[in-house]
């Protein structure tokens, strides 16, 4: 299981990234897809994922109603689309790919998102 994650970058406040990722070999429905994030001094966390099946997402609070999580079946991959962005958003961002909300498996490399003020 290769996990293949793009697009990060740095922008100001209040502005907005995309991030990707892609996934070799097959994706079970009962798998679950997502986001997690690790700041500077800071633990890993949770930020969004995916039921691949039924396409049902979850987000941490802290980004609710500023990051939206997508899918595309057929592509294997999925996106992150953030808006609104603080300096707080600034992490490594992880794609990662698990069978339980919450427990990711496999890890991708990681992508540097940093917002400036």
């Known amino acids: 299981v290769q996990l293949q994650a793009s697009g990060g970058g740095l922008v100001a406040a209040g502005g907005s990234l995309r991030l990707s990722c892609a996934a070799s070999?097959?994706?079970?429905?009962?798998?679950?897809m997502g986001w997690f994030r690790q700041a500077p001094g800071k633990e890993r966390e949770f930020v969004a994922e995916v039921r691949w099946g039924i396409g049902r997402t979850y987000y941490a609070d802290s980004v609710k109603g500023r990051f939206t999580l997508s899918r595309d079946t057929a592509k294997n991959s999925m996106v992150l689309q953030m808006n609104s962005l603080t300096p707080e958003d600034t992490a490594v961002y992880y794609c990662?790919?698990?069978?339980?909300?919450?427990?990711?498996?496999?890890w991708g490399q990681g992508t540097q998102v940093t917002v400036s003020s």
């Open positions: 070999g097959r994706i079970f429905s009962s798998a679950v």
């Open positions: 990662t790919r698990g069978l339980g909300l919450h427990e990711p498996v496999y």
